[in-house]
């Protein structure tokens, strides 16, 4: 055993080393508790303190160090951000079929204790049909420009699935509910292989839960997701999976006759498109230098149009 001093989330704070009998290290800090402990039943791996968090607020930032991502995070846009999503209900028996397709671009910000709300440029088109054989058609549908507003509120509650996880936990819970089932929910918190976290939570009802392994992110195809539940006796599917580069990025629930999905399709930050495509564009009109040129510009008495390509 040792003591000496070093810093720990910028104070000086002493330091007590102990050596097991494995010739593994615990390091017990005065000011912080645990700073170091070695990972059961593996030898010299650790588990390691980078952050100390307010357990009675979810808080925005943590006390010391480094801070989980929470709905805070998932849900902080900035001003001038673009992102889409998609949804679409479908019943098999051909009872209901909606569809909607949004694009986003936010115009103004503003916080008001641990809620966000934004002031939106939205692009929408949505189709729906009804006792009918065939299903909702969004992709012929015209997009409708409007101004809407997009809260985010209570983001501090402990009841939300965005805050209930931390790495590598699994989280037994009775906090997701629907009107058919209340089951426990199933999660698991990585990094992807950019350093992006993300938080997949499901629901399960039976033992035949699905972990798939392996990365998740970023999304090369819109039907991954990180977790889900798939219950033999209801044919019973459902994730929902966040990510604190893009918010909330999935959900997916299958049951009975029915089938939701909803998605994030895009996501442009800074002009940088770090996800999918965005639903609204204007193509460029280009031409070559050898078709069209018009000079000088300004020009006062004398305009030079050189048409290299013959055009009207």
Not at 105 to 127: F, H, N, W
Not at 141 to 169: C, D, G, Q, W
Not at 248 to 254: L, R
């Amino acid at each position: 055993m040792a003591i000496g001093t070093r810093t720990i989330f910028g104070t000086n704070d002493s330091i007590k080393t102990i050596v097991t009998t494995g010739a593994d290290t615990i390091e017990l800090s005065k000011s912080f508790g645990i700073l170091r402990f070695p990972l059961f039943n593996s030898s010299h791996r650790y588990y390691k303190l980078l952050g100390i968090e307010a357990s009675a607020s979810y808080d925005s930032t943590a006390l010391y160090g480094y801070k989980v991502p929470n709905a805070w995070d998932f849900y902080n846009y900035q001003v001038g951000d673009i992102f889409c999503e998609s949804y679409a209900d479908q019943s098999q028996y051909y009872m209901r079929s909606t569809c909607s397709e949004t694009q986003y671009g936010i115009l103004s910000k503003s916080i008001s204790g641990t809620s966000i709300t934004y002031t939106v440029d939205t692009y929408g088109k949505s189709d729906q049909v009804y006792n009918s054989m065939n299903s909702a058609q969004c992709y012929s549908k015209p997009f409708i420009n409007s101004t809407s507003v997009l809260s985010y509120t209570a983001l501090n509650s402990k009841l939300r699935l965005e805050n209930l996880l931390y790495p590598n936990m699994v989280i037994f819970g009775n906090a997701f509910y629907d009107f058919l089932f209340s089951g426990v929910n199933l999660g698991s918190f990585k990094k992807d292989n950019s350093g992006a976290f993300y938080k997949a939570v499901g629901l399960t009802l039976g033992s035949n839960t699905i972990f798939p392994q392996g990365d998740y992110l970023p999304f090369v195809n819109t039907n991954t997701v990180g977790l889900y539940l798939h219950d033999l006796q209801y044919q019973e599917y459902r994730s929902i999976l966040f990510s604190n580069k893009l918010g909330k990025v999935s959900s997916y629930h299958d049951y009975f006759e029915y089938s939701m999905r909803f998605e994030k399709s895009c996501f442009t930050r800074n002009n940088v498109n770090l996800y999918g495509n965005p639903y609204v564009g204007i193509a460029e009109n280009y031409f070559s230098f050898n078709e069209l040129l018009v000079y000088p510009n300004p020009f006062h008495e004398h305009l030079t149009i050189r048409n290299g390509a013959g055009m009207n």
